[in-house]
């Protein structure tokens, strides 16, 4: 039987606080469940993600840069902390 692996989808408006969002959720340590994790990132807002900041390490930041093209993710390894 395969893992769950849990995935959370931030959506919404342009300029509506996703990546103000998302960037407070990591910076607080209750979050961090001491598993890897992969933020992908679909478009770049007006902020960017400080990873300094992030309460916890094992964070992969990756931009999808080019979405005409399709991506394969198994070429993507995430830290082994």
């Not at 692996?5 to 910076?27: H, M, R, W």
């Not at 070429?75 to 902390?81: A, G, S, V, W, Y």
Request: negative net charge; hydrophobic residues 35%; glycine residues 6%.
């Amino acid at each position: 039987m395969a893992n769950e692996i849990p995935v959370y989808l931030f959506v919404g408006f342009l300029e509506s606080g996703k990546t103000k969002f998302i960037q407070e959720t990591f910076e607080d340590p209750n979050f961090d469940s001491g598993d890897k994790t992969l933020l992908l990132v679909c478009e770049e807002g007006e902020e960017e993600y400080n990873q300094k900041k992030f309460a916890f390490p094992g964070v992969t930041l990756y931009n999808l840069e080019d979405k005409a093209e399709p991506v394969s993710y198994t070429h993507l390894t995430l830290p082994t902390t």
